[in-house]
């Protein structure tokens, strides 16, 4: 049986996976999260009147960005180049808070699951920054991938 974690060699030293004899194909992945938080603080966000200005749209670019440096931050993941990377936040009245969901591309030999995950935390944790002045007690959680798309592996999708 292969070892399923591939990042490690036969004398289980970590190392940086070899790409090199892979394919480049469209790959796509999306992944998810929410931040809860007061029904207060939802309200700062969602009228724009938070101190540090436009929550959702810092948290948009950041989110953006935390994709394009995921390399930077994960020692062992390909730096790629991305072709799209799609944010998508949500406020939800009833949580109450903010979901956000990414969709990252590229055309290349690896997948994007990581920068896809990366953005949502990054994504996350701005609007923690942002508004924490008026609620320390969000939560961040549900972080996950929900679909992945290319490469050997084909189509993946989560269940439930």
């Known amino acids: 049986m292969n ?3 591939t990042h490690f060699d036969s004398q289980g030293q970590a190392h940086m996976v070899d790409v090199s004899a892979k394919a480049a194909t469209h790959r796509v992945a999306r992944a998810s999260g929410s931040i809860r938080m007061l029904p207060e603080t939802l309200a700062l966000i969602r009228e724009g009147t938070a101190k540090k200005g436009d929550v959702l749209g810092i948290a948009r670019i950041a989110a953006i960005q935390a994709a394009k440096r995921t390399s930077d931050l994960i020692p ?3 730096p790629l180049p991305l072709t799209r990377v799609a944010v ?4 939800d009245e009833a949580l109450p808070g903010v979901h956000c969901t990414v969709q990252a591309e590229t055309v290349g030999v690896t997948g994007v699951e990581m920068e896809a995950l990366t953005a949502v935390q990054v994504g996350l944790l701005t609007i923690y920054d942002m508004c924490k002045a008026a609620d320390k007690g969000m939560v961040m959680g549900d972080i996950r991938l929900l679909e992945k798309k290319g490469g050997k592996s084909g189509h993946w999708q989560a269940g439930g």
């Open 88 to 91: 998508e936040l949500d406020v």
């Open 3 to 5: 070892n399923p974690l």
């Open 76 to 78: 062992l993941c390909h």
